[in-house]
T-cell receptor, first 113, second 117 residues
Framework: GQQVMQIPQYQHVQEGEDFTTYCNSS?????IQWYKQRPGGHPVFLIQ?????EVKKQKRLTFQFGEAKKNSSLHITATQTTDVGTYFC?????????????FGQGTILTVHP | GAVVSQHPSWVICKSGTSVKIECRSL??????MFWYRQFPKQSLMLMAT?????????EQGVEKDKFLINHASLTLSTLTVTSAHPEDSSFYIC?????????????FGPGTRLTVL
């Protein structure tokens, strides 16, 4: 079945440093989404990427979707303590039912002030 | 924005008992909802797709007789963990698809933390 690998599993940064998490799918994706889960909370939708090579920005966050639509990355510039949480990518394989997402393992980000 | 609620937010039960978890879409209708399970510091694992008015679709390895899903209305899906055992202790989260834009985008409920003693 489809697998979505995400690295790194953990990332500790000093406030102000940059952070990047990478996502790799075993199959071509129709789209990829990113979610953030704060400690003790539930996943909150951040963004969806659909087009090959797509790049989207949300303030300090930059999201990329690979040309082959099998990988993606999330980059945070100048991290802040409010960025703490687990970042998940989630993708739907081409040809599968809408909404049937496979989540990556997540990257747990801690930011030291 | 779309809001999904879950009840209860946490529950502790004895081994062998059944626990029902409700998932409601508060300000929109959802013909499909999804149930996930999450272990501490791990990813979300899709358990099943809940379909309004028809049987749920379970993922491989998920016991349908163990995890009963009922989607009786356009705003409510329930997950019943039957004859719960300690290994069923987990964080159960439901989601419903976005009503605008891509239906792949999910709104998640706040989750239910189940502890089976």
């Amino acid at each position: 079945g489809q697998q979505v690998m995400q690295i790194p599993q953990y990332q500790h940064v000093q406030e102000g440093e940059d952070f990047t998490t990478y996502c790799n799918s075993s199959t071509t994706l129709s789209n990829i989404q990113w979610y953030k889960q704060r400690p003790g909370g539930h996943p909150v939708f951040l963004i969806q990427l659909v087009k090959s090579g797509e790049v989207k920005k949300q303030k300090r966050l930059t999201f990329q979707f690979g040309e082959a639509k099998k990988n993606s990355s999330l980059h945070i510039t100048a991290t802040q303590t409010t960025d703490v949480g687990t970042y998940f990518c989630a993708g739907r394989a081409s040809g599968t039912s809408y909404g049937k997402l496979t989540f990556g393992q997540g990257t747990i980000l801690t930011v030291h002030p | 924005g779309a809001v999904v609620s879950q009840h209860p937010s946490w529950v502790i039960c004895k081994s062998g008992t059944s626990v029902k978890i409700e998932c409601r879409s508060l300000d929109f209708q959802a013909t499909t909802m999804f149930w996930y399970r999450q272990f501490p510091k791990q990813s979300l694992m899709l358990m099943a797709t809940s379909n309004e008015g028809s049987k749920a679709t379970y993922e491989q390895g998920v016991e349908k007789d163990k995890f009963l899903i009922n989607h009786a209305s356009l705003t409510l899906s329930t997950l019943t963990v039957t004859s719960a055992h300690p290994e069923d202790s987990s964080f159960y989260i439901c989601s419903a698809p976005s009503v605008s834009g891509s239906t792949d985008t999910q709104y998640f409920g706040p989750g239910t933390r189940l502890t089976v003693l």
